[in-house]
């Protein structure tokens, strides 16, 4: 191996080497804080960008966080405001509270002030009426020993009976002068009979029959009414159908007076005269009553001929519907309400038996069904009796109507002719009934409860009439507008049809149809 020899550094070649080295160490050092600054600024951007990021999720946080903040506030007004809701509630209704137990005391108050308003003055109207009587009490005394010891001064006796009575001071005077003419013996038969649809001596057999039933007895303070006042005032608001404050002018009453007369004056004809006038014919009667209606029509065991009526009404205040009139109401153009009188004639037109109070609605036969003929139909006592009606009635065992459908045969048309003569007797009955008592023909003043008593008058002071042969005034005849209902079953037994077929065969082939076989 060669050893090559080795020459050491003077100063001027390691003061070289010396600056190249710093050279060296500057460009490293150089690039060394390129990367230190390339660095830094890369933190920077990293930083940037963190901090932009961090700058949006902080304004999403606070966006969120006013977002919270306004639900809480809305949350807190709510309650808020519902907690003033409640207050105020309480308030209105503890307000409300106080005045209704302000009212009510008001009002108890009231009550209590009134009733003893009331008290004071029923004690100070019993006490004026307590001196009153008094005084009345004191004023007759004085006039009976004025007139007794008048009596005695012009005879020198002792007393000599009553003074009499005297009228109470404070009743209004009324002018009596048209009763007290009427009542005159010289008053003419016609003008009476004019104004009461009937003769003196009917007059004066009703007054004695109803005598026990309505007369009163005086008092002290006044007469009473006399029993012939108390009927007439009934029988001319009957027989007129006037209103009470005519007859209050007529007969110098007062009106509520009036109106209690009559009803009492009706109350009684139907629980004393209904008894006597108005029955179901017994054996001998009604076998009376078959031969006049057969020497008439030609058909036998007729008992009776049926006929239904309306009388017109004021609507009443419970059940109107029932009490309306369909049939008059389309032949009036106006609303009609009637109750209805459903009544056997016999031949002379006098009522053997009355229906009466049922709606105006209901049809004959419905009401037939509730009357106490048809009880008696069914107890058996209407046997071998006909009760001859119009073709509002069904065709039972005892009920003979018409017949009702088309074509008719010449046997039938001449049995319907027999029939409808006797369905006349009980049309020309009612026609009479409603002539005669004027009252009948419109409505009356007369409550519903009270009507059926004022009918019951009516038909049992026609048949006294009737049965007295009282002649009624061609100018009073009234024309009836009853419609004929037919009724959904007008045919309820077969025996029935064969026996009005038989009896109009034999009206026709013995020659009491209107025509003869030779």
Partial sequence: MEITPFSFLNQEDISHLYSLFQDMEGSFSGNANLKKRRRKDDEGDNNKKNNNQSDKEGTKMSTMNDIIASFIILDDEEKRAQNQWVIESQQDRA??????????????????????????LDEMDQLRTKRARSAATVVAAAAADNAVSENQAQSGDGPSGSSGQHRRLWVKERSKAWWDQCNHPDFPEEDFRRAFRMSKATFDLICEELDSAVIKKNTMLRDAIPVRQRVAVCIWRLATGEPLRLVSKRFGLGISTC????????????????????????????????????????IANVGGSIYTTHIPIIAPKISVAAYFNKRHTERNQKSSYSM????????????TDVCIG????????QILEKSALFQRANRGQLKDVWIVGNSGFPLMDWVLVPYTHQNLTWTQHAFNEKIDGIQKVGREAFMRLKGRWTCLQKRTEVKLQD???????????????EMRNEEMDPELRFELFDDEMIPEKNLRSATSIQARDHIAHNLLHHGLAGTSFL
């Fill in 95 to 120: 307000l409300f509270d106080a005045n209704s137990k302000q009212k009510i005391q008001a009002m108890s108050d009231y009550q209590s002030n009134l009733q003893t308003y009331h008290s004071d």
């Fill in 259 to 298: 109106h209690k007369l009559v009803l009492e004056v009706c109350s009684a004809i139907h629980s004393v005269l209904m008894p006597k006038f108005l029955q179901w014919p017994d054996e001998n009667k009604i076998k009376t009553i078959k031969e006049e209606f057969e020497s008439v029509s030609g």
């Fill in 340 to 351: 209805t009188v459903q009544g056997v004639v016999d031949p002379k037109g006098v009522f």
């Fill in 358 to 365: 049922w709606p105006g609605s209901m049809p004959d036969d």
């Fill in 451 to 465: 009507l059926p008593v004022l009918l019951g008058a009516c038909c049992v002071l026609h048949n006294i009439c």
